[in-house]
C-alpha cells in the first residue's frame, strides 16, 4: 500500500514564486496587484488540487492570497464572495474544456 501523497506536493504553484500568490498591495500598484492576482489565479485554474487548496484557506480562515483560485485578501473575504468566486471560476473552467471537445469531435 502506498502513501497518499499530502495535496500540498502535487500543487501546481509547489515551484511558483510565494510574492505571486501572496502580492503586496498599495494605491500605487493597484494595476500590478491585479494582474499579479489574475496570473496566481491561471496556476489554479490548471491545478488538479485547486479544491483540496481552496477548502483549506476557507476551514482555516486564511484571509490573504490567492487559494484555489480565490483571493481572500482581507478586503475581499466573505463566505458568499468567496464561494461566488469559486464556482464561477469552475463554471467558466467547465465550460471551455466541454467546447474543446466538442470541437475536436
Known amino acids: 500500500m502506498t502513501a497518499v501523497a499530502n495535496w500540498r506536493d ?3 504553484c509547489v515551484e511558483q514564486p510565494v510574492r505571486l500568490f501572496y502580492p ?3 494605491r500605487s500598484n493597484s494595476k500590478k496587484y491585479g494582474r499579479t492576482i489574475q496570473q496566481a489565479i491561471k496556476v489554479c485554474m490548471d491545478c488538479e488540487v485547486a479544491n ?3 477548502n483549506y484557506a476557507k476551514g482555516n ?3 490573504n492570497g490567492v487559494w484555489g483560485g ?3 485578501h482581507d478586503n475581499m473575504r466573505s463566505t458568499e464572495e468567496a464561494f461566488r468566486q469559486r ?3 469552475d463554471r467558466k473552467s467547465f465550460l ?3 467546447r474543446k471537445r466538442k470541437k475536436s469531435k
Open 10 to 12: 502535487r500543487a501546481g
Open 24 to 26: 503586496p498591495v498599495s
Open 52 to 54: 483540496e487548496c481552496y
Open 61 to 63: 480562515d486564511e484571509r
Open 70 to 72: 480565490v483571493n481572500f
Open 87 to 89: 464556482v464561477e471560476r
Open 96 to 98: 471551455v474544456k466541454y
